[in-house]
């Protein structure tokens, strides 16, 4: 039904710069929100940013405010996650989330790996 594809990943090191693309597809057709999720080995995964489709607030984890930025390109369900002066503690898995109006449900990305060397 829905479809969620993340891509740009890689290892860059620390205080470098990486865009993550995150595709929406299929029945999005009444979408809230697109969000951005990340998974450290051994940890929880955690929120970083969303982007709401409705008024096109942001909202950020504090541990990125001020180096990520949530863009949203204009036509397409596709956000971005552009992530700037990296720290080795931001390496991990990370996903994307869509949220629709209909049944409020979710779906998830398979995610991409970011690694951050220091």
């Known amino acids: 039904q829905v479809q969620v594809v993340e891509s740009g990943g890689g290892l860059v090191q620390a205080g470098g710069s990486l865009r993550l693309s995150c595709d929406a597809s299929?029945?999005?057709?009444?979408?809230?929100?697109m969000g951005w999720f990340r998974q450290a080995p051994g940890k929880e995964r955690e929120f970083v940013a969303i982007?709401?489709?409705?008024?096109?607030?942001?909202y950020y984890t504090d541990s990125v405010k001020g180096r990520f930025t949530i863009p949203r390109h204009k036509v397409k369900n596709t956000v971005y996650l552009q992530m700037n002066s990296l720290k080795p503690e931001d390496t991990a898995v990370y996903y994307c989330?869509?949220?629709?109006?209909?049944?409020?449900?979710?779906?998830w990305g398979q995610g991409t790996q970011v690694t951050v060397s220091s």
């Open positions: 299929g029945r999005t057709s009444g979408t809230t929100a």
């Open positions: 982007m709401r489709w409705s008024g096109g607030s942001t």
């Open positions: 989330k869509i949220d629709l109006a209909q049944g409020q449900r979710s779906f």
